[in-house]
């Protein structure tokens, strides 16, 4: 009997509440009695075979994705307990929801998720409560009223992303006047909505402006695309980008270079996330600070999944913590990045 059945099969019997002798199988440790925490599903700590772990992922939009996928994937392996189910939800709500009602119907012992938006989940997480299957969300955060819905986040803080990226560039450049230009992340995800406060908080009140703030979906390519357009609309006013992401910003200094102007020089480029690629823009001189958002959340997740399970409690914020480069720390710390 492979786990996902038992853990249906007890599931079914913690309801019925009557206790069959369970037919000898594979690997099972005694599950224990109707609604003892094994027989709920709850895992209990003598859970025998490996934690099934649905996991949702919002797609493979930027190079922070692809490490987060990786960290994910190299720490729920099968020799750490784990038989992880994956997919790729090409950035579509829909597409998670549909992934997530099926690790339901699968009977996982728990899912995991990066809501690619804060909202419209409330049904679907309910449907997973419902069938006692804890959730775990990583990276981006649900704007939900029900906060049971979820038993753990794990995440950066992105307002205060936004905040480090403000507060620097009015260190730097307050007294010039500055005219900034937006690529703003996905609409509605959190790390867009969060990112755009914090910044906007932390320039109020300097000398440095928003001109204008557009949606590249956190993609180099529509980085590339809306730079163009603000290149065109606003010409030589444009005195600095501040980009959600460093893959929105790589997609800018392309615009940038094929205006005939110096990225990092003629026009100042914030980012967020400190992947390779923006790492090594930035030491050479094309971008000139990042914030990092750290991808690498699979350990925290596969701690928290095994707590989850052995019936332990679990924090349910966790903060993950972040750096900030200029161009001489780039320099540094790029020989041992890790993603
Ligand atoms: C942030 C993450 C964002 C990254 C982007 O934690 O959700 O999504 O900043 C990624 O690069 O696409
Ligand atoms: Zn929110």
Redesign the pocket.
């Known amino acids: 009997m492979t786990n996902l059945n038992r853990r249906t099969f007890l599931g079914g019997l913690a309801a019925s509440a009557i206790v069959l002798p369970l037919a000898a199988c594979g690997n099972d440790t005694d599950p224990g009695t109707a609604g003892s925490p094994a027989a709920t599903g709850g895992g209990g700590g003598d859970k025998a075979g490996p934690i099934v772990l649905g996991f949702s992922q919002?797609?493979a939009?930027?190079?922070?994705?692809a490490a987060?996928t990786k960290s994910i994937q190299e720490t729920l392996t099968a020799e750490n307990g784990f038989d992880l189910k994956f997919s790729d939800a090409q950035q579509k709500q829909e597409n998670q929801i549909q992934a997530i009602r099926s690790y339901i119907s699968q009977g996982v012992d728990v899912i995991a998720f990066?809501p690619v938006v804060e909202t419209g989940w409330d049904a679907v997480l309910q449907e997973a409560k419902e069938a006692k299957i804890p959730v775990i969300l990583t990276?981006?955060a649900v704007d939900s009223q029900d906060d049971s819905l979820y038993v753990s986040f794990i995440?950066?803080d992105?307002v205060l992303e936004g905040d480090t990226a403000g507060k620097w560039a009015v260190e730097q450049y307050k007294g010039q006047g500055l005219k900034i230009v937006e690529l703003q992340?996905?609409t509605g995800?959190?790390?867009a909505i969060d990112?755009k406060e914090g910044f906007e908080k932390a320039i109020a009140g300097s000398d440095l402006t928003i001109i204008d703030s557009q949606t590249g979906n956190?993609?180099r390519t529509e980085g590339k695309t809306v730079m163009e357009g603000f290149l065109q609309k606003h010409g030589d006013q444009i005195g600095m980008v501040f980009a959600?992401?460093?893959?929105m910003g790589l997609g800018a200094i392309e615009a940038i270079e094929a205006a005939g102007k110096k990225p990092g020089v003629d026009i100042k480029i914030i980012t967020?996330?400190a992947?390779k690629d923006g790492m090594q823009a930035l030491a050479d001189g094309k971008i000139n600070y990042i914030v990092e958002?750290n991808?690498l959340l699979g350990p925290d997740l596969a701690d928290i999944a095994k707590k989850v399970l052995a019936g332990e409690s679990v924090q349910k914020r966790i903060v993950v913590k972040d750096e900030a480069f200029d161009q001489e720390q780039a320099k540094a710390a790029l020989p041992d990045r890790k993603y």
Do not use: K
């Open positions: 919002v797609g939009e930027s190079g922070w994705r987060n990066s990276d981006r995440g950066s992105f992340g996905t995800a959190a790390p990112r956190f993609t959600h992401n460093d893959d967020i996330d992947v958002c991808p």
